[in-house]
């Protein structure tokens, strides 16, 4: 079955870096389109960068332009998100999923990402 594990969150100053990744199995990784997602409190969940299967374009919300660098290894079934200059706005629990992916579908349990002084 469909797993997602995401890791490497925590709590960061502002101006800090972070590094996620998540870890899939269960489904043909090397054929989807990922995309890292986050959820901050009393918000709804947004795609905050996306990374095609084999191309590897990517494409970031306005927000994390220039900030966010999403990477993929398709030979270990694993996505990366590098966060540089992070911001208080940038707390959020961070999930990774297939693009298009809804409350009905399979979510891990999301790494907590919290920006604080």
């Known amino acids: 079955q469909v797993q997602l594990v995401e890791s490497g969150g925590g709590l960061v100053r502002p101006g800090g870096s972070l590094t996620l990744s998540c870890a899939a199995s269960g489904f043909p990784f090397n054929t989807y389109t990922m995309n890292w997602y986050r959820q901050a409190p009393g918000k709804e969940r947004e795609s905050v960068a996306q990374?095609?299967?084999?191309?590897?374009?990517?494409n970031y919300a306005d927000s994390v332009k220039g900030r966010f660098t999403i990477s993929r290894d398709n030979a270990k079934n694993t996505v990366l998100l590098q966060m540089n200059s992070l911001e208080p706005e940038d707390t959020a629990v961070y999930y990774c999923?297939?693009?298009?992916?809804?409350?009905?579908?399979?979510w891990g349990q999301g790494t907590q990402v919290t920006v604080s002084s």
């Open positions: 990374i095609t299967s084999i191309a590897r374009i990517t």
């Open positions: 999923n297939k693009r298009g992916a809804g409350p009905g579908d399979y």
